[in-house]
């Protein structure tokens, strides 16, 4: 179980993420400049939870942009994202957005994978504007981690008159066990 997050920020997970490698794959950054394309975010229900309007646009000085605009379900302002892309040292081109929304009157700008659309939010941007944390984030104990990287620490905590301490050692040689589980299988 672990626990209790130790923050009540938003998480990644809890928001709409739009990501370049599913564009990558769907062939996006070969096309002309004015192509339209749909996207769309499955809901558990079978319904779509947002279509999303995309269109490609020429931006000077980038790689392109594309031009995003609400279908249905959740609705937030047109906007145009940057595309810029680097080359890594193996070869190829490698894709970013660049993060467009705006914070005290600046440009983001923040090279990034990915663009979130936190509940309510009005517009697209990166983790960092909208302070997102992951949910492993806040899920993860390093205690118990200290525990099962040092033995002598382990042995200690479970033979300790501290319950708190049982308690904790007992959860990290669970986890143990549970890894050591999963690697059988």
């Known amino acids: 179980m672990g626990r209790a997050p130790w923050t009540l920020r938003l998480t990644t997970e809890q928001c709409l993420c739009f990501s370049l490698s599913p564009l990558y794959r769907a062939g996006v950054f070969k096309t002309m400049a004015d192509s339209n394309s749909t996207w769309k975010w499955p809901s558990p229900d079978g319904g779509d939870v947002l279509s999303l309007f995309m269109t490609v646009v020429e931006m000077p000085g980038r790689a392109m942009g594309l031009r995003l ?50 509940p309510g939010a009005e517009s697209w941007g990166c983790r960092l504007c909208y302070n997102l944390t992951y949910t492993s984030t806040k899920t993860h104990d390093s205690r118990k981690d200290r525990l099962l990287h040092n033995p002598d620490l382990l042995t200690a905590a479970l033979k300790s008159d501290d319950i708190r301490q049982r308690l904790l050692a007992v959860g990290a040689w669970t986890q143990a066990l549970a890894r050591l589980n999963r690697g059988r299988h």
């Open 69 to 118: 605009e609400s279908v249905t379900g959740t609705r937030f302002s047109p906007v145009v994202v940057p595309v810029s892309t680097t080359r890594p040292r193996l070869g190829g081109r490698r894709f970013w957005f660049l993060c467009p929304m705006f914070r005290d009157g600046v440009r983001c700008g923040r090279r990034c994978g990915c663009l979130y659309l936190p």
